[in-house]
C-alpha cells in the first residue's frame, strides 16, 4: 500500500509564497519521476512542475522563474516552492509520483496520486 501525502496549501494575497511537500509511504521500492499538477475550475489539470530520481526538473511556462521543485530522496518527499503568486495560479493542486513496489515475484510500476490540496491566490 502506498500513499502520497500533501500539505502546505492555502490562501495568499497576490505576490506572496507557499511552499508545498509532499511525502511518500508505504512498501516502496523506489520513486522515478515526481511532479505537481494542478487544476483549476472547468479547466483540465495540468503539469506544472517535475523532477526525475537524478534531479533533472522541467516547469510549464507560466511558472517558470517563480516555482521552484526539489526532492529529498531519504524522506521520499518532493516540495514545490511557489513565489510571486498570481490569481491564475489559484486551482487544487496533486502530488504524482510513478513508484516501483513489490508484486508477487516482479516489481509493479505505477502512477500514484496525493488527495490535492487547495491554493488560493486572491488579488
Same mark, same amino acid.
Given at each position: 500500500q ?8 492555502? @490562501?495568499?494575497? $497576490?505576490?506572496?509564497? +507557499?511552499? @508545498? ?12 519521476? &515526481?511532479? %505537481? *499538477? ?8 495540468? +503539469?506544472? $512542475? $517535475? ?5 533533472? !526538473? =522541467? #516547469? ?9 521543485? %526539489?526532492?529529498?530522496?531519504?524522506? =521520499?518527499?518532493?516540495?514545490?516552492? &511557489?513565489?510571486? +503568486? ?6 487544487? *493542486? #496533486?502530488?504524482?509520483?510513478?513508484? $516501483?513496489?513489490?508484486?508477487? @515475484?516482479? @516489481?509493479s ?7 490535492? !490540496?487547495?491554493?488560493?491566490?486572491s488579488?
Open positions: 502506498v500513499q502520497l501525502v500533501e500539505s502546505g496549501g492555502g @490562501l495568499v494575497q $497576490a505576490g506572496g509564497s +507557499l511552499r @508545498l511537500s509532499c511525502a511518500a509511504s508505504g512498501s516502496i521500492v523506489s520513486i522515478n519521476d &515526481m511532479g %505537481w *499538477y494542478r487544476q483549476a475550475p472547468g479547466k483540465q489539470r495540468e +503539469l506544472v $512542475a $517535475a523532477t526525475t530520481s537524478g534531479g533533472s !526538473t =522541467n #516547469y510549464v511556462d507560466s511558472v517558470k522563474g517563480r516555482f521552484t521543485i %526539489w526532492r529529498d530522496n531519504a524522506k =521520499n518527499t518532493v516540495y514545490l516552492q &511557489m513565489n510571486n +503568486l498570481k490569481p491564475e495560479d489559484t486551482a487544487v *493542486y #496533486y502530488c504524482n509520483a510513478r513508484i $516501483a513496489t513489490v508484486e508477487g @515475484l516482479g @516489481l510500476i505505477k502512477d500514484y496520486w496525493g488527495q490535492g !490540496t487547495q491554493v488560493t491566490v488579488s
